[in-house]
């Protein structure tokens, strides 16, 4: 039986990191795909946990060789999904989440169009700009960019399939359980999980 890929998306400062951390924590069977990015590690960030974090020139040669799944510039630097590794997971039945952009859901739903998307929202653009200012590490220049961007990017809500408004942050983790349990129980993968069991269900 194949895994499920789910794609969480959120506009920066949203608390889609948080959120995909408490799922992570509560439900082991969940692994994280680790995306290459070029930008810079933030404090308390590791190299191959977070991110592979790589210069510009290492990035465009892994894209140029076709190693990536997507890519894309956001807020001036390059992110991207290694392919192979995301697609043998997958394969060996491994529930794999991504964080990634709306411009690389699009991307990544175009080979796996069974992912399952869950957009993040916040509880306002007002939030939100309290969110990214407390986090003391942006300049005014990149948190203006940022909220613009994120006026943007919400408005591609209605390409996903569940949407969760981090309003409270347990709440919201329980939601992202709940959307990783609701998949597991879809027919197909039921039926895959308990072949047995349907075909004689089935039977005349």
Known sequence: MSGTLFIVTAPSGAGKTTLVRGLLARDPKVQLSISYTTREPRPGEQNGREYHFVDVDR???LRDRGEFLE????HGNYYATSRTWLQEQIAAGRDTLLEIDWQGAQQV???F???VGVFILPPSLQELEVRLRGRGTDSEAVIARRLLAARGEMRHVGEFDYVIINNELQTAV????????AARLRYAKQHARHLQYFDFLEQD
């Open 113 to 115: 169009p069974d992912a």
């Open 71 to 74: 890519w894309a510039e956001v």
């Open 174 to 181: 329980d939601d992202l359980v709940a959307v990783v349990r």
């Open 59 to 61: 990035f465009c040669s």
């Open 109 to 111: 739903r175009k080979v």
